[in-house]
Every structure is written in C-alpha cells, then in structure tokens.
C-alpha cells in the first residue's frame, strides 16, 4: 500500500539508543509503496545524514507532527531484509534490551550497514541458442576461432561457465557469436563440487539411522533435538544425511561451528559429501565476498551456509534446519555490544521459521540438558563410536608428593616414551600459553603485574615479553627486579612454551608441534600443522584449547592433561562444567581408528567428587551431578541471571550508577534479587575499574519484562552517561 504524506515512517538508526526514529516521507516518497525492511537516507541532526531500516508505518508519533522532518532518499527497490528476518532481530532487541539500530544493523553485511546497494554477482552458462544448433559450420570457415568455440559448446551441450579462463582466447568469438544469436547466456548456479565419483558414503550405524530419521520425521516442523554423541560417534554424518534430504527437497540447512579454522575437516565432510551450492562464512571473506554470500542465501542460491555465531544472522530463502554443532562452546555467546547467544538465537529463529533444530555435542550444556530434562528438546543419543573406534580409558595420576620434573610425573614421561618408540602420538594439553605465567623476584617477592589490568604478565620465551593475557599489553623483560635491583627473577609455573622446550629435553628427537594462539598466528600455519599431525610428521603435540575441538588425530593413542587443579578451584560457578567439557574433548582426541588410546589426567586432588565422577562415570553422569548442585543452589539452568556491568577510570562514577540502577529496580519489583553492586573478578582492566550489579530470578520472563522499562530508565540517568555501561542477559562469562 503506497504511503500517505501524513504517515509516519518509524526507522531505525545505527545508533546506541533504545528506540526508533520517526520521519515523514514528504512530498517526493508519499504516494510510494514503502515495506519494512527497506533502507532509507535520513535526516540526523542538523547536519548528518544516516542509513537506516524502515521497521513500519503508522500514523501515530510520539513527537510533534511540526518537528518530523522528511526522508531524504531510499535505498532499496526492495526491502532487503524479510519480514521473517525482521521479526527475529526485533525479538533479539527486546530479549538481549539491545537497541533496535545497533541489532539490525551490527547482524548485516558491512556494506549493507554502509548504505552500499546490493547487487547480486550472477554467473553464467554459455549456451547454444537453436539457431547455434542448426548452423552450418562452413558459414563460419573465415572465423576459426567462432567455430572452435560453438564446437565445444556442441561437445559440451549442458553449457560452458562464463567465467571459465579457457574462454579468454575466445573473447571476440564470444561475442561475435552472440551478436549474431548463434549462443545464448543463462544464469546457473556452480556446486563445490561436480566430481561424479563421490567418496565413498559410510553407512549409517543403527544409532546414526534413528537419529536421522528421528530429525527427518520433523522436517518442516519446529523441534528442538539435542544430538548427544560422544566424540567420535558420527555426528557429522547425520548432519550431512539431513542436509542431503534438505537439498533434495529445494530447502536450505544453516550450520554454525565455533571456528571455521578449527573445523576444516567438518567443511569438507560436508562439501565432499553434499552435492549442493554451500557457502562458507569465514574471516577472510572480503566485505564483498561477504556481502555475495550472504545475497546466495537470502535468495536460495546457497543451499548449506556455514559459519561461525554471526552467521545465524544470514537471511534463508527455503529454511530447511538449524544446526548447532558443540552447541556448549562459549564462542557462540558475544561477549561485547550485542550480547546475544547464537545458540538460543537459532531455537527462536527456528520456532519461527518452523523448522528443527538440531543442537550437537559430546558434552552439552546445563541450559540444553535441563531442556532435555523437562522435555522441551528431544534427545538423540549416540552412545559408541562410529566403526571400529573405542572410548578412550582414562586414568588419574596423584601428583601429591610425587617428584615432578617441571610439570611432568614420571608415570606421564613413562608413558610418552612408551608410545613415541611405538610411533605413535601423543597430545599434551595445558590451557595456559607462554613460557610461565608468573614472574617473580626472589629476594623481595615483587611480581609482574600488568599495570592497567588486575592479573600477572605471563612470561613469552620466544620474543622475552612480558604480556597482559587480558589487554595485550606489552613490555619487556626487566633485567633486575624494578623493586630491589636484585637480579634473580623466577619464572614459574608452566605455558606451553616451557612444556614444549622441557620435552624437547627429554626426548631430543621427537618431532613436537606446539598448537595455540602464539604458534598459529600467521594465517594458514593452523592447517599446516594439522596436516603434518596427519602425515605422521610430529610425535608429540602440545597445545591449549584449540586442539580440543573437532580433530581427527587417526594415530593418535595417548592424551595428558597436565595440570586438571585449575579448574576445581574457581569463584565461577561454571567453572567445573568447563574443566569437565574441555577433558572430554581434549579425551576425544585419543584412539579414534581401532586403538583404545589412553588419557592420562595429573591431580593433586584425586578424590575430588566431580573429577570421580567424570572419570569413572562419564560425562553424563558428571553433569546430573552438576545440575542437582545447582538446581540446590539455584543457579542457572534453574534461575535467570542479567548483569549490568559499569566502568571507569574512577570507581566512585561506577559505584554511584549501579547504586542509582540498583534502586530503580527494587522501586520496580521485589521479585528480582539483585547483587551488588561489586567489584567484577578482575577488578581492574585496561585502566579502567570494573563494577557490577547481578540480577537473578527463577522466572524468566518476569526478568524479561521488568528489565525492558529499566534499561530504557537507565538510559536516560545523568550518572550512566559519564560511565561505560552495558547490560548481559543470560550472561555466559562473569568475567
Ligand atoms: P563426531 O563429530 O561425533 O566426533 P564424526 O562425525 O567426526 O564424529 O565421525 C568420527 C569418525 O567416524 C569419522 O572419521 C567418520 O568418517 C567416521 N564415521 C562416522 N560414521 C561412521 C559409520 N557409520 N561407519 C564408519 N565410520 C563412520
Ligand atoms: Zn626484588
Ligand atoms: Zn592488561
């Protein structure tokens, strides 16, 4: 319906407030049809112009008629996001109480943001037209070149791809053939991969097939599933079965992995397996590349998109699932600006879109079992590895007392050796990076504190810094100790630097490859060093968290886990869900061919309960015990929690918000329990002193709705301007 003069056009801009703009159309744009999801150029300010996204028309403003200015201009012919689209980002703004602006626009292609117009990139297929068909060849004997290529196009009759570099040397040919309509142009669609001979297909085991069909008999339904398999059991390829029957049916799948570097193997399970357009969203894309892919799959060209968290952000023409694989990884949470959970933004956008969700881990989440529990998701178990592969055994080394050389038990260097001589491989996981994580003077105990933040400078052997883990700062190693000038300073503790020069000690011709930030920080080396793990050019692996997920080591038989205290003891209360996800996956690396492999775990706290339990009882097991605790000390899965976090070079401007937001919440509700406001665990980051206020209620939606009034209250409180303030619901990192 073509907007009136008087009707108001409510938009929103990229900017951090929690309402919408209002303009009219004016003269120039009343009497044009105008739907949500358009992008407009307004008037901002007295000077500005700004993009923005047209969320609807009324006739109603909250500002005065007289002080509405006009559009200035509109962008699109067509509105560029769906009205599906619309609806789910509308609800992710008043469920996160994030500004509309900043949610549409921080979840678009930066050049969608930038008011770039959007143009799909279509390729072509040369073809040849009937009358290209019926041509007499000797007609073209003076042209040896249109001949040549219409002779190719007879040899190859299903088309050639415009863009084929073959076809440069027959530029002129080209077009001279289509000038006289002897070949056409169409627009197609090219697949990864157009081999016919396709690896060969694994045959689902009984537990992959019921899975399968389990998701399949909900194709076009909205079902939440948690495929909830060990590592090792298939989950991938029951994936790539619900893909395959999505594609056949002209649907689109959209599957989000924690990292794309970390997951290559998963990409090309998927490519080699899926005869389909598949999109792959990952940091190297240039914005255009970005803004192309994303264009394939608003417009059905794509029909699998991968990526990583911002990727459930990607408009689908025909959605056909959601997946979630290691839907427990942290980095599906944002953790700055927009504060959302791809993982339970996708469970929204699939009940809306009514299609199922598939959420997949060896070690799910508390929040997904609970809905397990409850029997909000359906659970699909995957018990045993796939083929011949075994669950590791696992086995805990008492440190206490024992002799240790650096951070190794003897029965830990027994062991290495036994299989290094058996060529086999082993994996040693500490997560900590850098040669020690503490810097000490002898003589007067001074420490290496990094000066903006509140924690030690970890010390980096390989270029002699000290670093901040938290704000990246940098300096160098000081000579002497800048307290006493003594010249003995300790570096103690352990990284995975002194781990790899201590190993490489003992077992002077091992080949040892350190995996973690610092080693893969050039791009491509991640990859590599995979591929050298591969073709047996490493016996010995050290690495932090990135060797946990996802990899397939074949000849890898033996795992350490060199220091398992560090995730007993912390003031996180999800800190132990943590330690037990990463033993698990780290665990999952070992013996997934035909060898049982070994996981060896070093403790100064064998007894501890949760250790117990994750050893001798599983994974499982270990979070019923997690969930009972909680469900007694009611917190999360069992309460809801927001935090609104300040701070300040001054604590007292941070102090004095919290105290003003604390008070505006209990003259709103008693039902709420607020905390604080308190210092944040690291009091003190990148200069600026941190403070927070806990919001927690076992009712979700009562938290929901009282933290909307209040976010906008706090907005307009003097105090919060002078601060840095932001709000995290359901917040996953306490930090
Ligand atoms: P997960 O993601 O659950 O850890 P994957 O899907 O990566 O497990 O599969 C682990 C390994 O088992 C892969 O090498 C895969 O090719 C193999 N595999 C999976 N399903 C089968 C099957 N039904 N028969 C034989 N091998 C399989
Ligand atoms: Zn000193
Ligand atoms: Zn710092």
Redesign the pocket.
């Known amino acids: 319906m073509p907007v009136r003069p008087q009707h108001i056009l409510h938009v929103a801009l990229a900017v951090p407030v929690r309402r919408c703009f209002d303009y009219l159309p004016g003269e120039k744009f009343s009497r044009q049809v105008i739907k949500p999801g358009t992008r407009l150029q307004v008037p901002f300010g007295n000077t500005q112009t700004r993009t923005g996204i047209l969320l609807n028309v009324s006739d109603k403003s909250e500002v005065k008629a007289e002080r509405l200015k006009p559009i200035t201009s509109i962008i699109d012919e067509q509105p560029i996001l769906s009205v599906a689209d619309l609806r789910l980002k509308q609800w992710a703004s008043d469920y996160y109480h994030h500004p509309i602006g900043e949610t549409l626009f921080s979840t678009l292609p930066v050049l969608l943001r930038q008011g770039k117009s959007l143009k799909r990139k279509v390729d072509y297929l040369w073809q040849l037209s009937d009358a290209g068909k019926t041509i007499d060849f000797d007609a073209l004997r003076r042209a040896p070149n249109q001949q040549a290529f219409l002779q190719l196009l007879r040899e190859n009759p299903e088309g050639i791809p415009a863009t084929q570099p073959e076809n440069r040397k027959f530029y002129s040919a080209i077009k001279a053939l289509q000038e006289k309509g002897l070949i056409k142009r169409s627009e197609y669609t090219p697949v990864e991969n157009n081999s016919i001979a396709m690896p060969s297909p694994?045959?689902?085991?009984a537990d992959?097939l019921s899975a399968a069909n389990s998701i399949k008999s909900h194709l076009g339904k909205y079902q939440q599933f948690l495929l909830n398999?060990?590592?090792?059991?298939?989950?991938?390829?029951?994936?790539i079965e619900i893909i395959k029957q999505l594609v056949s049916e002209g649907k689109q799948a959209l599957v989000l992995v924690p990292e794309i570097g970390l997951t290559p193997?998963?990409i090309n399970?998927i490519k080699d397996n899926v005869h389909a357009k598949l999109v792959v969203l990952h940091s190297a894309l240039s914005d255009n590349e970005r803004l192309q892919a994303w264009l394939q799959a608003r417009d059905g060209i794509a029909s699998v998109v991968l990526g990583t968290r911002s990727a459930i952000w990607t408009p689908l023409k025909n959605p056909g699932v959601l997946i979630v694989?290691e839907e427990h990884d942290l980095s599906y949470k944002q953790q700055d600006g927009f504060r959302y959970s791809a993982r339970d933004v996708a469970i929204m956008r699939g009940k809306m879109d009514e299609t199922p969700v598939v959420l997949?881990s060896?070690t799910p989440s508390m929040e997904t079992l609970q809905n397990v529990r409850i029997g909000k998701f359906k659970n699909l178990r995957?018990p045993s590895?796939?083929?011949?592969?075994v669950i590791p055994s696992i086995q805990i080394i008492n440190m206490r007392g024992k002799r240790m050389r650096d951070a190794f038990s003897q029965t830990l260097l027994d062991a290495i050796s036994n299989e290094i001589s058996n060529k086999r491989q082993v994996l040693l996981f500490l997560n900590r990076r850098g040669f020690s994580p503490l810097v000490m003077c002898h003589s007067c105990a001074w420490v290496a504190k990094c000066k903006r933040c509140d924690i030690n400078m970890t010390y980096h052997k390989h270029n002699k810094k000290l670093c901040c883990h938290h704000c990246g700062s940098q300096s160098s190693l000081p000579q002497t100790c800048p307290q006493c000038n003594d010249d003995e300073l300790l570096q103690l503790g352990h990284g995975t630097e002194r781990l790899t020069e201590t190993l490489a000690e003992i077992f002077p011709d091992a080949r040892i490859i350190r995996i973690d930030r610092d080693s893969t920080r050039r791009k491509d080396t991640m990859q590599k060093m995979l591929n050298s793990i591969n073709d047996g050019q490493a016996d010995i692996l050290i690495g932090t968290q990135m060797l946990a997920k996802?990899h397939?080591f074949?000849n890898l038989s033996l795992v350490g886990i060199i220091d398992a205290d560090q995730g007993l003891f912390s003031t996180d209360f999800r800190a132990s869900e943590r330690m037990g996800q990463l033993f698990i996956q780290v665990s999952?690396r070992a013996g997934?061919?035909d060898r049982q492999g070994t996981v060896l775990i070093q403790t100064h706290y064998p007894d501890h309960p949760l250790l117990q339990s994750l050893v001798t009882q599983g994974y499982n097991e270990f979070a019923e015990m997690l969930l009972t605790e909680r469900q007694q000390t009611r917190l999360p899965p069992f309460s809801y929690m927001a935090l609104l976090r300040a701070e300040d070079y001054r604590a007292e401007a941070t102090q004095y918000f919290l105290q003003k937001a604390r008070a505006m919440m209990l003259a709103q509700t008693a039902d709420i329990e607020i905390f604080g406001p308190i210092p944040a665990p690291m009091e003190k980051r990148a200069g600026r002193l941190r403070y927070q206020l806990l919001l927690q209620c076992s009712d979700r939606g009562l938290l929901r709705r009282q933290l909307g009034p209040w976010s906008r209250q706090l907005e307009t409180l003097p105090s919060g301007r002078k601060v840095r303030w932001s709000l995290d619901v359901d917040p996953q990192d306490m930090l």
């Open positions: 694994v045959n689902l085991n992959q398999g060990v590592t090792g059991s298939g989950k991938t390829e029951v994936y193997q998963l399970r694989d997949g060896a995957l590895r796939a083929g011949n592969a996802g397939h074949p999952g997934r061919v």
